[in-house]
């Protein structure tokens, strides 16, 4: 972890170099680019040779950090382990080169893949229909949404507000009031989860819909999920599940039988495609039977002969959402992890997302905070409050995590738990990774004690040390300026 800076490339600057040779031109030489459009000052250009543009980028890829080379405990993120297999699969040539224009008589094995990973997902959760469409979660949410907002304009009322928890995925309020509802905050219960007769109170005609993270971020099942259902379907009000962390529920739950109307999933959390520095991802949503009318067009179908086809003419759709049919290469992957899995795989894999969690939180416990007490699922919140008296706050506990070699988990959220440190280990880690990680965790704790500074000042042996993250954000520098 001890790396040295890696310069930045205009320091390795040197006039006259070049890291290309062109050959003279045997053409006539002509002004086919207009005057206008050429610049004489081609700005300030690093001038390197071609081997020190290879070791520069070469070091600098050196400097990310990937759950391919250590633990990634990233709370709320699911930063799973991708099986080699999903890449090889998305990259056979049938799939990788077929053009999105391309006749739907050529593509049938495509639309097949396509229509096998909805009704696997189906399968799954318990909802009849699936869009596939939607490019990562935070989409998903608006799809769902905007199928909600057009049910109820077809019936003559869109209504005005959504209830979201405060224990809810912060993109859920953004989503809502991008389907054009204002935003209403339900406060938790004392346990951690969604109370009814909270609910209750918050109920009006204004109601369109409750959106509900479940598990939630503090990882904690929404006990009273199906009480609460009730009660927003005898308002006329819909639920929608935020099913980001469904790994902790599939092979055991299915949302739809707890009384939930719209679900989103992300394939790039749950079903193990990569994610991360803004995409690709797959935020597929299913929907209850009286929903079928208003999912985004194209839908697939099959026609009597079995043949796949595709279907626009659909008057209460909510419209097209996305290009051609979505992250195509994403769904290819997380078919392929469906299908190794299998329905026993797929249980086992969240037993083991649980059990990891579980046991990181008891062995855990009596050192760090643990804020809600209430059995947790997937992941574990703890808080900095045994930190405190050192004067130790969230942020050096994470910066001094880096000095170990291992990625920080979720830092200063669920907002509603005070320096949170939010940690999710998933199926994939061996109890050895979680020990060493556990070993390190008391570790620190007992440099804060003993040597708060040790932490005020982390990280130590990164290639940049702490930077002065107000005055970076205040005053970026964007520019790089040569010093004489």
């Not at 279907?311 to 759709?317: A, I, K, V, Y």
């Not at 804060?448 to 932490?455: C, I, K, Q, R």
Request: with cysteine; glycine share 8%.
């Amino acid at each position: 972890m001890n790396k040295k800076r890696e310069p930045l490339i205009f320091e390795l600057s040197e006039e006259g170099k070049k890291g290309y040779s062109l050959p003279e031109i045997d053409v006539e030489d002509k002004d086919y680019i207009p005057e206008d459009l050429i610049r004489e000052d081609m700005g300030n250009l690093p001038e390197v040779s071609e081997v020190e543009i290879v070791r520069h980028y070469t070091a600098l890829a050196h400097y990310n950090y990937s759950v391919d080379e250590g633990f990634y405990p990233l709370g709320s993120c699911t930063m799973k382990y991708n099986p080699k297999i999903n890449e090889k699969t998305a990259s056979l040539e049938g799939f990788l080169l077929s053009h999105p224009y391309s006749p739907y008589e050529l593509v049938q094995g495509n639309l097949r893949l396509l229509k096998t990973l909805e009704n696997i997902l189906s399968e799954l959760t318990g909802f009849p229909y699936f869009t596939l469409y939607p490019s990562a979660g935070a989409h998903g949410e608006l799809t769902g949404m905007l199928m909600i907002r057009k049910k109820l304009e077809l019936s003559g009322n869109p209504r005005k507000i959504v209830l979201i928890p405060d224990s809810a995925h912060g993109t859920n309020p953004a989503s809502s009031h991008f389907a054009g509802y204002d935003v209403k905050e339900i406060p938790s219960g004392k346990d951690g989860y969604l109370e009814v007769s909270k609910v209750k109170e918050f109920l009006n005609e204004d109601v369109a819909a409750l959106m509900m993270t479940n598990p939630n971020t503090l990882g904690v099942y929404e006990r009273e999920i199906k009480e609460i259902a009730e009660v927003l379907h005898k308002n006329g009000s819909y639920l929608y599940m935020d099913g980001a962390n469904f790994n902790a529920l599939m092979g055991y739950v299915k949302p739809a039988e707890l009384g939930v109307d719209v679900l989103h999933l992300n394939l790039h959390k749950t079903f193990s495609t990569p994610h991360g520095g803004g995409g690709p991802g797959a935020g597929p949503v299913g929907v209850r039977e009286d929903f079928e009318e208003v999912l985004p067009i194209p839908v697939i179908k099959q026609d009597n002969g079995g043949k796949y086809i595709v279907d626009f003419n659909r008057p209460n759709s909510i419209g097209k959402i996305r290009s051609f049919f979505g992250n195509f290469g994403v769904l290819i992957k997380a078919l392929t992890y469906l299908l190794e899995m299998g329905a026993e795989g797929l249980k086992q894999a969240t037993e083991l997302a649980v059990l990891n969690a579980n046991y990181i939180r008891e062995n855990l416990k009596d050192t760090y905070e643990l804020p809600y007490k209430t059995g947790t699922l997937h992941e574990v919140v703890f808080s900095e409050e045994s930190f405190k008296k050192f004067g130790v706050k969230t942020v050096d506990i994470a910066k001094r995590i880096l000095d170990y070699g291992i990625h920080p988990p979720t830092v200063y959220f669920p907002l509603i738990v005070h320096g949170a440190l939010m940690i999710e280990p998933t199926e994939t880690e061996s109890k050895r990774t979680l020990d060493t990680f556990i070993e390190t965790m008391k570790k620190i704790h007992k440099e804060a004690e003993t040597n708060p500074e040790l932490l005020k000042e982390a990280p130590h042996y990164t290639p940049v040390r702490r930077l002065n993250e107000v005055l970076a954000a205040k005053k970026p520098k964007l520019k790089y300026k040569k010093e004489e």
